[in-house]
Structures are given as structure tokens and as C-alpha cells.
């Protein structure tokens, strides 16, 4: 997690911007966050933050801790946004309905960097550290997160639609490129799917069967 724009591009797709795309965003306030993390409830917060030039940042967690990260987090007043969805599991010959992080491992911090004390977020309990980008946390790109927010519904969780449509945030679920977001540029009627994946800094185009997507 000490690593810049590269590393992240890999994991998180277009979730994370490098450095010089971090442009602070204005039109992001006024974003409604659950005040605690009980079962489900996706999101939470110490307070909205009045400042404008606030943008979201990702926090790795230990491993399954990502619940107690975002309440030592509340308890420290931080905004924070754990995004959760209900999926089906099958687990000794049963089918089961869970919950589970839409980013397992991490957990997402809204501050402004120039007047936050963002380094005690480093020890907060259940966090390993902050996604850095050279000596400074690294933004998520402006609007991804938001997004997010908005898709949670009544319950608490992110809401998903079909996944697999052009112009879709989508993840591949296995193969080389496991993990990464990429978006639909165009599918066929035999499966196949187009994405183009920003990977290590720059924007790829691939070609992968529909049923190696899932919903981003």
C-alpha cells in the first residue's frame, strides 16, 4: 500500500486517480451517511464536513476489520463511507444471504488533507493505513464515490443494476486483470464483452466472456 497511481490503477481501476488528476471537486456536499454501522447500515459519519476542497480517500484496513475501522473512525468524528452489499453465498450445500464489503479491505475517509490531521487516521484501531500517493493520501477520483453513496438504498446497501450495459462500471472476477473496473464499451449476443480498464496509468482495451463480470 506504499505505492503510487500504478498499484492502485490495479486494484481499484478507475476508483483512484493519480496525483495530477486530483482536482478538488465543489459539488459534492450534502451527501446523507448513516450516523453508526448497525446491521444495515452501509455508511457513516461524525458530521459533514463544511469545507468545499473535502475529497474521499481509502483507508486499508486489517484483514475483516472493516466494520471497526469505520466505527473507531465515527468515534472519532471522521466522515467515512463503508460501502456493503447483500450477496448469496453457498456454504455447506446451503445457500445463504450475507453481507459483505463492495471493497474488501478498505474503508473510505472524507477530509481535507491540508487541514485534517490525516495521520492519526494510520493508528486508528482496525486500519492499516491510509492509500498513499507518494507522501500524501491518494484521492479517489471525483465522483466514484459519490456515486456509491447515492446507490444506497433504504436498507442501508449498495444497489447494483444490470452491470453489462455500455457505459457501465463493471469488475472482472478472475483471470489476470482480477479485481480491476474497467467500463463497457460493447457486447455481443455470443457473451463476449469489450472494457476498457485504466491499468498502471493508462487506459487498456479487453476482451472477456459476460459471466467474468460482476457488478463494480
Not at 21 to 31: K, L, M, Q, V
Not at 108 to 131: H, K, S, Y
Request: glycine share 12%; charged share 25%.
Amino acid at each position: 500500500m506504499h505505492g503510487g497511481g500504478g498499484w492502485l490503477c490495479g486494484a481499484f481501476g478507475i476508483v483512484l486517480c493519480s496525483n495530477a488528476d486530483a482536482t478538488p471537486n465543489h459539488g459534492d456536499e450534502g451527501n446523507a451517511m448513516r450516523p453508526d454501522l448497525e446491521d444495515g447500515d452501509a455508511a457513516g459519519a461524525g458530521g459533514l464536513m463544511a469545507r468545499s476542497d473535502a475529497r474521499w480517500y481509502a483507508a486499508a484496513t486489517l484483514p475483516r476489520q472493516e466494520a471497526l475501522a469505520a466505527e473507531n473512525l465515527r468515534a472519532q468524528s471522521f466522515d467515512f463511507f463503508l460501502p456493503r452489499m447483500r450477496v448469496t453465498k453457498r456454504h455447506a450445500r446451503r445457500v445463504i444471504q450475507a453481507v459483505d464489503p463492495v471493497f474488501p479491505g478498505y474503508v473510505f475517509v472524507r477530509m481535507d488533507v491540508e487541514a485534517t490531521a490525516w495521520r492519526c487516521i494510520n493508528g486508528t484501531r482496525g486500519i492499516r493505513q491510509l492509500v498513499m500517493g507518494g507522501e500524501r493520501p491518494l484521492p479517489a477520483r471525483a465522483g466514484v464515490i459519490e456515486t456509491l453513496i447515492a446507490s444506497v438504498g433504504d436498507d442501508g446497501y449498495v444497489k447494483f443494476t444490470d452491470p453489462v450495459r455500455p457505459g457501465a462500471l463493471v469488475r472482472l472476477t478472475n483471470g489476470p486483470f482480477a479485481e480491476a473496473l474497467g467500463e463497457v464499451l460493447s457486447l455481443d449476443g455470443r457473451g463476449r464483452v469489450r472494457l476498457l480498464l485504466s491499468m498502471f496509468g493508462s487506459a487498456i482495451k479487453v476482451e472477456t466472456e459476460r459471466k467474468r463480470l460482476a457488478a463494480a
